[in-house]
Every structure is written in structure tokens, then in C-alpha cells.
């Protein structure tokens, strides 16, 4: 399962280095706010997290891989493109399997990938927001 699985760099080097990881979901960025909010909101989260001392992995999936830590270029196929699916777990293998892009099921994704272990945890700056922050063995 693990080819399914893209970690982008800052996020592997924030693995290497064991500094905290905070996961965002990326529902928001597809169905839950109108362009270009949703790109703002993402950004701002991001931003949020970081300077907060984190490193931010916003997790969704793209073109048929699950990526942990969208680029800018991921989060505006989510925010943009009309074909986005919404996928939950009775759904996800099929979007990968068609190579479709579509946020996340936190729970599934954090929990398929064998070396991430989760904890609850509120979002410092958006209340709202549900976040999951995440530890890589």
C-alpha cells in the first residue's frame, strides 16, 4: 500500500527530524468554502500551524496518490477543478484506483499508513477547524 503514499519533503524532514506534525483535512478546500476562500483558509491554516511552531501536512488525495503535505499546486487542483470526488471509506479505493483527486477521510488515510499514530487536538487559531496532529515512527 505504501506506492499509494506520496510525504512531501518538508514534511519527511520534519519526520527526520521528530518535530512536531500538525495533519489538516482538506474537505474544506473542495466542498466546504467557495473559491477563492477555500484557497485563503488553506493557506491561513497552514500559516496558522506553523507559526505555532509545526509543520503543517495537509493530507488529501491527488491524481490517484495520498499525499501528506499538499503543495500550492495540490491545493489548487482541490479548490479549482470541477471533478473533485468526495470520497469516504466505502468510496476511497476507487478514487485511486480511477487516479481521481479528492480530500480527505482523516481517518482512514492516518490509519492505513502502518507508522503514523494519532491524538486529538484543537486548532489554535480556527476553533472550528478539526485537526489531528500525527506522529511517524
Not at 94 to 108: D, G, H, M, Q
Not at 109 to 121: A, E, V, Y
Amino acid at each position: 500500500m505504501h506506492e499509494i503514499f506520496k510525504i512531501s519533503k518538508k514534511v519527511q524532514e520534519a519526520i527526520n527530524r521528530k518535530k512536531p506534525i500538525v495533519a489538516l483535512e482538506s474537505t474544506l478546500i473542495s466542498h466546504g468554502l467557495p473559491y477563492p476562500e477555500n484557497i485563503k483558509v488553506a493557506n491561513e491554516s497552514i500559516k496558522a500551524v506553523e507559526d505555532n511552531g509545526a509543520i503543517a501536512a495537509t493530507i488529501g488525495i491527488i491524481r490517484g496518490k495520498v499525499k501528506i503535505g499538499l503543495s500550492q499546486e495540490d491545493i489548487q487542483i482541490l479548490a479549482k477543478e470541477k471533478n473533485v470526488q468526495k470520497v469516504s471509506n466505502h468510496n476511497i479505493n476507487l478514487s485511486i484506483f480511477n487516479k481521481e483527486s479528492a480530500p480527505t477521510v482523516r481517518k482512514f488515510i492516518l490509519r492505513s499508513h502502518p507508522t503514523i499514530r494519532t491524538f486529538n487536538m484543537k486548532h489554535l487559531r480556527y476553533p472550528g477547524l478539526r485537526t489531528k496532529s500525527f506522529f511517524i515512527n
